[in-house]
Nanobody, 118 residues
Framework: QVQLQESGPGLVKPSQTLSLTCTVSGESITNNDYAWSWIRQPPGKGLEWMGVIHYDGSTYYSPSLKSRTSIFRDTSKNMFSLQLSSVTPVDTAVYYC??????????WGQGTQVTVSS
């Protein structure tokens, strides 16, 4: 059974870069049956898809976040990471990593709260 676990700082200062890592167990991130995404939920709002990294390392980002977002992976550690630059308090959210199958998130990490504040 696949398990995903987010990790990273819970507090980031404005204008800095938010960095999170998702460690995956029970499934290889190079399995071509799946893709891997970052999704966030700001307080009181709905889920926002941020981007995806495919089994071959190719990426695609939400157009609204593309200029600030980078998703990359470390296949030797079976993990993938998110960087979001130039953050503002608007980027405060619970951040989730998820396994994607047939374009739908099937498995989720527990989520990690990230607050942007000075």
């Amino acid at each position: 059974q696949v398990q995903l676990q987010e990790s990273g700082p819970g507090l980031v200062k404005p204008s800095q870069t938010l960095s999170l890592t998702c460690t995956v167990s029970g499934e290889s991130i190079t399995n071509n049956d799946y893709a891997w995404s970052w999704i966030r939920q700001p307080p009181g709002k709905g889920l926002e898809w941020m981007g995806v990294i495919h089994y071959d390392g190719s990426t695609y980002y939400s157009p609204s976040l593309k200029s600030r977002t980078s998703i990359f992976r470390d296949t030797s550690k079976n993990m993938f990471s998110l960087q979001l630059s130039s953050v503002t308090p608007v980027d405060t959210a619970v951040y989730y990593c998820a396994r994607i199958s047939w374009r739908v998130p099937r498995d989720w990490g527990q989520g990690t709260q990230v607050t942007v504040s000075s």
